[in-house]
T-cell receptor
């Protein structure tokens, strides 16, 4: 399978613990995105990388959260001191380095975080 | 905030056509219209996109109004596997993010 993969698929943690999620984009896709989705809502943008550079961050990416993409391939999203409000599905997407502006994003299956 | 408006839900019968509407009255001349869908327990999936002309692909057709303030996603023959939330997204040419609204929950009856 050459799609976007995310690990773990499910994570249950206690409030106050740190969690880290991993995203492996489609090979040769230089753009990588993180979104967060809560029940009944559409995904909300968190942050965007082009290669290893983090080019855009949303206000939704809290001070307790950070994302990295050190070698321009896989990415990690860390949430420190988790709160119940962090419970959500965290989605990763990637897109190829096509010229033009109408490129599509390919999404992974997501990591569901439950903070108890 | 999402710039498009869609009905919360729609229902269709299997093997019948489905027309999913979307309003994007604030669209600028260079914004594209993208459609994604999300099946249960999966990430969103690209369906189709367009700028001005109607577009067809293997999944669906996209009809864009002449004034570009609305569009319609057309599934020619709905199947049970088409039951999903469909998102209409107005995307700036220079933007990197996708701004999702709440989408339309499509139910397909056998």
């Amino acid at each position: 399978d050459t799609g976007v993969s995310q690990n773990p698929r499910h994570k249950i943690t206690k409030r106050g613990q740190n969690v880290t999620f991993r995203c492996d984009p489609i090979s040769e896709h230089n753009r990588l995105y993180w979104y967060r989705q809560t029940l009944g809502q559409g995904p909300e943008f968190l942050t965007y990388f082009q290669n290893e550079a983090q080019l855009e961050k949303s206000r939704l990416l809290s001070d307790r959260s950070s994302a990295e993409r050190p070698k321009g391939s896989f990415s990690t999203l860390e949430i420190q001191r988790t709160e119940q409000g962090d419970s959500a599905m965290y989605l990763c997407a990637s897109s190829p380095p096509l010229a033009g502006t109408a490129y599509e994003q390919y999404f992974g299956p997501g990591t569901r975080l439950t903070v108890t | 905030d999402a710039k498009t408006t869609q009905p919360n839900s729609m229902e269709s019968n299997e093997e019948e056509p489905v027309h999913l509407p979307c309003n994007h009255s604030t669209i600028s001349g260079t914004d594209y219209i993208h459609w994604y869908r999300q099946l249960p327990s999966q990430g969103p999936e690209y369906v189709i996109h367009g700028l001005t002309s109607n577009v067809n692909n293997r999944m669906a057709s996209l009809a864009i109004a002449e004034d570009r303030k609305s569009s319609t996603l057309i599934l020619h023959r709905a199947t049970l596997r088409d039951a999903a939330v469909y998102y209409c997204i107005q995307r700036e040419t220079s933007g990197s993010r996708l701004t999702f609204g709440e989408g339309t929950q499509l139910t397909v009856n056998p």
